[in-house]
């Protein structure tokens, strides 16, 4: 058994009967990182918020998605509710609209830990605090004081990530977490995530459209387009030599810039 | 800083740095404290100094052309200011250079995709046949095929019309595909500049540790 089991995931606009994602199928297992990959439209996100059954009100889906072999799909909101957080963590693209803008980003921090936990506050804060210095938050009592539209986007990316330390969920579930930042955050947010990787067992879920961090994070790869996985298989193959010509277009799509670039910087380009 | 005729200018930098700060007082919708920008000898402040000279196109798509304009309305807009023709055949030739054609002169920017709307916005700044056009993180929002297509469109219109660009961004590797020069910011203040050609022979350490972080 593996240790997330999507089988048949059907997700549709429940106003329109419009189908967004048709029949998805999937595996990820124990500490593995599996990427989504797609263009915009594809479903990458729509099936990450389905796991989590966090999509919005209108949006319906069908299907088995299963954790450790117990299927949330089943469960009523009250039931699903210890499994957000501690059991999947959601990590999103967007930090500004992740935390409540009215509150200190501490007090979010504290209360998320208090929901999936029995730590007192002195615990919390110190293993926050902890968590926040190994991904480069050299101020943890200060970032905990100030509010979200006060931190850049890649320190609100690495608060996230210092939570999802704290909580250890068996699950992360990162959705573009690196999209709306400039090039050397993007950077220095991937190596946290390959960092997060050997420091504690988490599995993630890993979305993205752009392939030169799939590259640099995911081990099995899966390639959406208009809701359809269309292929999935290792890192390598996919970008060695995959089979769908969709996912040869999306690999080579780029080649002209890559190649360009390296040309430039000779053997010193860091791959 | 120049800039010259024909030229192909990057302006790399990290978010914050200032580089779009740098783009709007190039454009002249933003006065500096101090010193000048001049545009063939004019200050940009005059009228006449930006017609025909610099057009931009930035990074939201979405809020660059007005909601209640079609593709048609939009490009017009610019060619009323320089007197430019406005009939349907200068409108379709405009699109066509973009990649697109004019079955999409009566489309609203909420029907099309970000590469589409991106076109448009592209094909209304080329309308002023400017000397130069400044773009903003122009291609940053969009997929990454689309990117490409728009970057490859940008080059043409360099072989083709000898388009000069101010081409200003954080992706590193889009700049150099595109641009002749990359000038380097950081905390508002020019780092460096150098020669595409010469990019791996960077001087300063803040530009190296830049390079290096490039994700190819």
Same mark, same amino acid.
């Given at each position: 058994?593996?240790?997330?089991?999507?089988?048949?995931?059907?997700?549709?606009?429940?106003?329109?009967?419009?189908?967004?994602?048709?029949?998805?199928?999937?595996?990820?297992?124990?500490?593995?990182?599996?990427?989504?990959?797609?263009?915009?439209?594809?479903?990458?996100?729509?099936?990450?918020?389905?796991?989590?059954?966090?999509?919005?009100?209108?949006?319906?889906?069908?299907?088995?998605?299963?954790?450790?072999?117990?299927?949330?799909?089943?469960?009523?909101?009250?039931?699903?509710?210890?499994?957000?957080?501690?059991?999947?963590?959601?990590?999103?693209?967007?930090?500004?609209?992740?935390? =409540? #803008? !009215?509150?200190?980003? *501490?007090? +979010?921090?504290? @209360?998320?830990l208090?929901?999936?936990?029995?730590w007192?506050?002195?615990e919390m804060v110190a293993g926050l605090s902890a968590a926040?210095?190994?991904?480069?938050?050299? =101020? #943890? !009592?200060?970032?905990? *004081?100030? +509010?979200?539209? @006060?931190?850049?986007?890649?320190?609100?990316?690495?608060?996230?990530?210092?939570?999802?330390?704290v909580?250890?969920?068996?699950?992360?579930?990162?959705?573009?977490?690196?999209?709306?930042?400039?090039?050397?955050?993007?950077?220095?947010?991937?190596?946290?995530?390959?960092?997060?990787?050997?420091?504690?067992?988490?599995?993630?879920?890993?979305?993205?459209?752009?392939?030169?961090?799939?590259?640099?994070?995911?081990?099995?790869?899966?390639?959406?387009?208009?809701?359809?996985?269309?292929?999935?298989?290792?890192?390598?193959?996919?970008?060695?030599?995959?089979?769908?010509?969709?996912?040869?277009?999306?690999?080579?799509?780029?080649?002209?810039?890559?190649?360009?670039?390296?040309?430039?910087?000779?053997?010193?380009?860091?791959? | 800083?120049?800039?010259?005729?024909?030229?192909?200018?990057?302006?790399?930098?990290?978010?914050?740095?200032?580089?779009?700060?740098?783009?709007?007082?190039?454009?002249?919708?933003?006065?500096?404290?101090?010193?000048?920008?001049?545009?063939?000898?004019?200050?940009?402040?005059?009228?006449?100094?930006?017609?025909?000279?610099?057009?931009?196109?930035?990074?939201?798509?979405?809020?660059?052309?007005?909601?209640?304009?079609?593709?048609?309305?939009?490009?017009?807009?610019?060619?009323?200011?320089?007197?430019?023709?406005?009939?349907?055949?200068?409108?379709?030739?405009?699109?066509?250079?973009?990649?697109?054609?004019?079955?999409?002169?009566?489309?609203?920017?909420?029907?099309?995709?970000?590469?589409?709307?991106?076109?448009?916005?592209?094909?209304?700044?080329?309308?002023?046949?400017?000397?130069?056009?400044?773009?903003?993180?122009?291609?940053?929002?969009?997929?990454?095929?689309?990117?490409?297509?728009?970057?490859?469109?940008?080059?043409?219109?360099?072989?083709?019309?000898?388009?000069?660009?101010?081409?200003?961004?954080?992706?590193?590797?889009?700049?150099?595909?595109?641009?002749?020069?990359?000038?380097?910011?950081?905390?508002?203040?020019?780092?460096?500049?150098?020669?595409?050609?010469?990019?791996?022979?960077?001087?300063?350490?803040?530009?190296?540790?830049?390079?290096?972080?490039?994700?190819?």
């Open positions: 058994m593996s240790l997330l089991e999507v089988e048949h995931l059907r997700i549709w606009d429940g106003g329109s009967g419009a189908v967004l994602v048709p029949d998805s199928s999937f595996r990820l297992s124990q500490g593995e990182c599996l990427a989504i990959v797609g263009e915009s439209g594809s479903g990458k996100s729509l099936t990450c918020k389905a796991l989590m059954r966090l999509n919005r009100p209108g949006i319906r889906q069908t299907g088995r998605v299963a954790l450790n072999g117990v299927d949330l799909t089943g469960l009523s909101d009250k039931e699903m509710r210890p499994y957000r957080g501690k059991r999947m963590c959601m990590i999103m693209q967007n930090g500004m609209r992740a935390f =409540d #803008p !009215s509150r200190p980003v *501490g007090a +979010y921090l504290l @209360e998320a208090s929901l999936h936990g029995d007192s506050r002195s926040m210095m190994s991904v480069g938050l050299s =101020d #943890p !009592s200060a970032v905990m *004081g100030r +509010y979200p539209h @006060e931190l850049s986007g890649g320190m609100l990316q690495r608060t996230m990530i210092a939570l999802a330390i909580l250890e969920p068996d699950v992360i579930i990162a959705d573009e977490p690196t999209t709306a930042l400039d090039a050397v955050t993007q950077y220095e947010v991937v190596e946290q995530f390959v960092a997060l990787r050997g420091r504690i067992g988490s599995a993630i879920v890993f979305v993205s459209h752009d392939l030169g961090v799939v590259r640099r994070i995911a081990d099995e790869v899966l390639v959406m387009k208009d809701g359809v996985i269309v292929e999935q298989g290792g890192t390598d193959a996919i970008f060695g030599g995959a089979s769908h010509p969709y996912t040869r277009y999306l690999v080579s799509s780029k080649e002209a810039l890559r190649s360009r670039y390296l040309q430039l910087m000779g053997g010193d380009a860091h791959c | 800083m120049e800039w010259n005729k024909g030229e192909s200018l990057g302006i790399i930098g990290e978010s914050g740095s200032g580089k779009s700060t740098l783009g709007r007082l190039l454009l002249g919708i933003e006065k500096p404290d101090e010193g000048r920008v001049t545009w063939g000898g004019r200050p940009i402040t005059d009228r006449r100094a930006r017609r025909g000279t610099i057009s931009a196109v930035f990074q939201d798509y979405t809020s660059s052309i007005h909601p209640f304009y079609t593709v048609r309305q939009a490009l017009l807009e610019p060619l009323k200011l320089v007197g430019g023709p406005g009939d349907a055949r200068k409108l379709a030739e405009l699109l066509r250079q973009v990649g697109l054609d004019e079955s999409y002169l009566d489309k609203f920017p909420h029907e099309l995709s970000g590469g589409e709307a991106q076109r448009v916005c592209i094909a209304r700044a080329v309308s002023s046949n400017p000397q130069c056009m400044l773009l903003d993180e122009a291609i940053s929002s969009l997929d990454g095929s689309v990117q490409m297509q728009v970057l490859e469109l940008l080059k043409g219109l360099k072989e083709t019309y000898g388009m000069g660009y101010i081409f200003i961004t954080h992706d590193i590797m889009a700049a150099a595909y595109l641009c002749d020069r990359i000038m380097i910011v950081r905390n508002g203040e020019i780092e460096e500049t150098v020669e595409t050609s010469q990019l791996r022979h960077v001087k300063t350490d803040y530009a190296k540790a830049l390079l290096r972080k490039v994700i190819v």
